[in-house]
């Protein structure tokens, strides 16, 4: 059985800084991609990072040069470093572990922006 657990979500003001984290356990040996996907409010579900095999790192658009995604060496646990946050960046953020040629979820993270 494979769990996936985001936290780190919470208030920040615009400008303001966050990180979040995602820890995954079970049987995931072998990891081949992770990646962060958001839900804004009255938006569908969207990919923002995405951490592949090689190495490389892809962001959408909208986060590009704020958002930065990392894994450690366990490599079952990734992190968002979200900089310099806006409005438009409060959802709530999902943790997304491609394994075994299935995708894996967990239960998200609320982020607020507020002033």
């Known amino acids: 059985q494979v769990r996936v657990v985001e936290s780190g979500g919470g208030l920040v003001q615009p400008g303001g800084s966050l990180e979040l984290t995602c820890a995954a356990s079970g049987s995931i040996g072998g990891i081949t991609e992770m990646a962060w996907e958001r839900q804004r409010p009255g938006n569908q579900r969207e990919w923002v990072a995405m951490?592949?095999?090689?190495?490389?790192?892809y962001y959408a658009d909208s986060v590009r040069g704020r958002f930065a995604i990392s894994k450690d060496n366990d490599e079952k646990t990734v992190h968002l470093q979200m900089d310099n946050v806006d409005s438009d960046d409060a959802g709530v953020y999902y943790c997304?572990?491609?394994?075994?040629?299935?995708?894996?979820w967990g239960r998200g993270t609320q982020v607020t922006v507020s002033s």
């Open positions: 997304k572990i491609h394994h075994g040629g299935l995708d894996y």
């Open positions: 951490l592949v095999r090689t190495g490389h790192m």
